[in-house]
């Protein structure tokens, strides 16, 4: 596909029906590298493959089969987002942003409103130096960029796939073959910590569903959480699990989501438990349906942690959780925590 005389990306395509785009979660992630890690998970396809969706896939400029030089800087992504959009359909797409292409998509929306249909969010962030690359952090990613390129490689594959893997060395291995050069990975870094799409989260005029991991950490739910208050309208969900990759963990409760929020299109197709938690295997009974902050703290009752836990993970006081779960308890018809996780995962309300 020609963005201009010089430059062609390559794109790939699977399945009929309504389009949802999802550039390259880094510029070094091309289409290959994504199969394979995909493939050593066990995956028999990628969670963007959705039955009634055309998905379309691409490498960045300078990456994979994409011709011309690695270039991350936010314009010139934005531009290629731009000509994979118009070449693949007339009307308005859903666009599937993961990570570092979440400025991107905010970008590209925010100035097209018309182009976009649903905006979906995954694992990202709106600021490079506030919410990814702070200072001490990106000293520390410039350092081992700078020393050791196998460490630099071995501590991505573990972030992605979660410190306790065993396919991170798989991944090591993966990475190493994408014949990635040092040199162009730490500009490519550069040019993504000064990214800052913040001023434009309120210029969302677009069904949004911001997506993150539960235990995620970079760049984490309270991220999350701050994306989804800034954009008009936004839903927020928190999936179980650590890693960024979304065929790393559970993948089929996020084709699953995906499907519900895509397919028919419709503003937002999450249940209310969903819409907050993003944990819903079915629509439960209005009677068993907690508020927003209950159904939080009903997924952390369910991770094990105790009344103050909980009160510091969500910045409340321990007696207000007490309160909500003894609200939740009431409308699960149960006495303690355990019957009151046993009867939510009955009723769909936890994976």
Known sequence: MLVRPDIEL???????GRPLIAPPHAPWFTIESTRRVAERMGMDRHPLHLRGQRTVRYDARG????????????DVQIEDLG??????????VALMAMRHAGPVAIAYTAANPQ???????????????????DAKRFRAIQRLLDLDWDLFLSTAAYELVGWSSTQAPELVQILRDADLHPADIVRGWQQLARNDVTPLLAQIRVPTLVLERADGRSPGPNVARRLAG????AQLALLP????????????????????????????????????????ARRPDA???PTPRESEVLQLVARGLSNHDIAAEL??????????????????????????????????LLE
């Not at 390559?10 to 009929?16: N, P, V």
């Open 315 to 348: 910045s409340i006081s321990a007696a207000t959780v007490r309160n909500h779960l003894t609200a939740l308890f009431g409308k699960l018809k149960v006495r303690n925590r355990t019957a009151a996780v046993a009867r939510a995962r009955d009723e769909g």
């Open 287 to 289: 009677a068993y349906t």
């Open 241 to 280: 699990g650590s890693s960024p990759l979304p065929f790393a963990e559970t993948p089929g409760l996020i084709q699953r989501t995906l499907s519900d929020t895509l397919d028919p299109p419709r503003p937002m197709a999450l249940g209310p438990i969903a819409r907050r938690t993003g944990i819903g």
């Open 230 to 233: 800034a954009i008009p309208g």
């Open 63 to 74: 990456m994979g089969q994409s011709s011309g030089h690695m270039d991350a800087a936010l």
């Open 10 to 16: 390559a794109t790939w395509t699977h399945g009929e």
């Open 83 to 92: 000509a994979v959009i118009d070449a693949t359909a007339a009307g308005p």
């Open 115 to 133: 182009r976009v249909s649903q905006l979906i969010l995954w694992c990202t962030y709106a600021s490079g130096p506030d919410d990814f690359f």
